[in-house]
Structure formats: C-alpha cells, structure tokens
C-alpha cells in the first residue's frame, strides 16, 4: 500500500498571507489527524476528521481550520499566518476511530516571514 | 489533560551500548504506541503496548508496559548508528480522546 502523502513538502509563506495544506492518507484509512510539529513545544495534536467529520480539536487557533473530502482526503488551512506558524505540519492516518496506531506522512515544512 | 514526561531529553551514546528510554504520566493509558522520528520526516510507528506487564521485542528493541499502565520504556541492546533518531511515546488521553505525544528522547549513536 501506498504511504501517506503530503504536498507541499516546503513552503515559503509571508505574514498575513493563508496557506492549505494537503494530505491524502493510506488507502482504506478513514481517520486523519494533523498535528503542528516544532522544536519548542514538540508534536501537538491539530484535529481529527473520520467520515468528513471533525471529531476531535486540539486548542489552536480558529485561524486553524480542516476538512476532509468524501475520498478521505484531507487539507488543513491556516489564514493570516504569523511567525510563530513556522512549523512541520504532520499528517497521520488510522483505519480506526480516535486515533490509534498513526502512520505519518512526511510532513509539510511551513516557514513564514 | 494527561502528559507524557520522556526521559532522557538528550542521548548520545557509543555504537554497542545499550539504552534505556522512559516514557511516565500520573495517569492510566488504555495503551501506549512508540514512534521513531527521523529529520526531516514524519513519526514512524514501531509498536503498540496495550496490557500491563506487557513486554514486546522488536529486533533489539524491547518495550515494556507498566503494571499499572502509567509507564513503558524502550531499551535498545547493542545500539547501532542506525537507532539514531527522535523516540517518541503516544497515547490517547482519557479525559479529551486527544492523541497526545510525549516530550520525546533525541537518540544518537556515535560510530
């Protein structure tokens, strides 16, 4: 099976600019999950979609917000970026509910100026 | 909200020794997953520990899940270069249902 995958893999953004993020999980995986990876505070949970649904949210932001498309895909948008979003954005995929047992993709490396 | 407190923060270590990696919370997990995080890409899932006492092996990698399902360590027989990496304990937090990851041990392993 094929991993997960992200796209972009970098991406150079300025101050009050948006961005999207994509992810597309491992075939059959329903659940999808991002979480915003830097080295001060380490891996923190974003949010979780299962079946188009976002059932679980991580205490970012409203500038922080997702989806996720009936074919399980998901994208993940932050509007009016500043500093501090630099980060690697992760996404992880489960077959189950609640989040158990991840595989990542590579992550998106986000720097904004 | 539960934490994950790893220790140590930093390792670096001979090619040969062994390790161990802890990975403790004052509260109860229904079951903890070990990743491997190498530069520059995503958390690799390594295991997943679920009742207490639990021991699993892995190539030279052994976990082990506590008693009272607070605690696992990972120790690593015969450290190879290729060990380094960012080791990261995970567990889902029992009062949000937040996947919630711990502060992670840096590994390296010097040839």
Redesign the interface.
């Known amino acids: 099976k094929a991993g997960v995958t992200q796209t972009p893999r970098y991406l150079i953004k300025t101050r009050g600019q948006q961005v999207t993020l994509s992810c597309s999980p491992i075939s059959g995986h329903r659940s999808v999950s991002w979480y915003q990876q830097t080295p001060g505070q380490g891996l923190q949970f974003l949010f979780e979609y299962f079946s188009e649904t976002q059932r679980n949210k991580g205490n970012f932001p409203g500038r922080f917000s997702g989806r996720q498309f009936s074919n399980s895909r998901s994208e993940m948008n932050v509007s009016t970026l500043e500093l501090g979003d630099s980060a690697l954005y992760l996404c992880a995929s489960s077959s189950l509910e609640g989040s158990y047992e991840q595989y990542f993709g590579p992550g998106t490396r986000l720097t904004v100026t | 909200t539960q934490l994950l407190e790893q220790s140590p923060q930093f390792l670096s270590i001979q090619e040969g020794e062994n390790l161990t990696v802890y990975c403790n919370s004052s509260s109860v997990f229904s079951?903890l997953?070990w990743?491997r995080q190498e530069p520059?890409?995503?958390?690799?899932?390594l295991v997943?520990v679920v009742t207490g006492g639990e021991v699993k092996k892995l190539k030279r990698l052994t976990f082990q899940f506590g008693d009272a399902r607070k605690d696992s360590s990972l120790h690593i027989t015969a450290a190879q270069p290729g060990d380094t990496g960012l080791y990261?304990c995970?567990g889902?937090d029992s009062g949000?249902?937040?996947?919630?990851?711990g502060?992670?041990t840096r590994l390296k392993v010097l040839a």
């Open positions: 079951s997953q990743y520059g890409e995503g958390p690799v899932l997943t990261l995970a889902v949000t249902y937040k996947y919630i990851f502060t992670g």
